[in-house]
């Protein structure tokens, strides 16, 4: 079993950054592979990176590449998404999620991720 809970998210301006964190616990196995979504309203879930958690590779969005960027801390059970240079295109609900293993990486696909956090929101004006 996996529980994820998400913090960082908040109001910024353009041009700011925020962190969010992804604080997870239960087996280790079962969220080896960790990553954030988004959506926004009236728009579709969008995978924004992933991770692996045992090894770090990782994969970016394109259109977040060069300003997010995500990492792992194992020793405290947390994911981290560094989100720098932030844009209004970059408002949405914030979802951090886990998975034993992905087939896909480049698309994420929001149902091969079984665990999944309760949202944070990131506004951007």
């Known amino acids: 079993h996996v529980q994820l809970v998400e913090s960082g998210g908040g109001s910024v301006q353009a041009g700011g950054s925020l962190r969010l964190s992804c604080a997870a616990s239960?087996?280790?196995?079962?969220?080896?592979?960790m990553g954030w979504f988004r959506q926004a309203p009236g728009k579709e879930r969008e995978g924004v990176a992933a991770?692996?958690?045992?090894?770090?590779?990782?994969y970016i969005y394109d259109s977040v590449r060069g300003r997010f960027t995500i990492s792992r801390d194992n020793a405290k059970n947390a994911m981290y998404l560094q989100m720098n240079s932030l844009k209004p295109e970059d408002t949405a609900m914030y979802y951090c999620?886990?998975?034993?293993?992905?087939?896909?990486?480049?698309?994420?696909?929001?149902?091969?991720?079984?665990?999944w956090g309760q949202g944070t929101q990131v506004t951007v004006s």
């Open positions: 991770i692996n958690t045992w090894y770090g590779n990782t």
């Open positions: 999620a886990a998975a034993p293993r992905i087939t896909s990486w480049a698309p994420l696909y929001p149902s091969e991720f079984q665990y």
């Open positions: 239960g087996n280790t196995a079962s969220r080896k592979l």
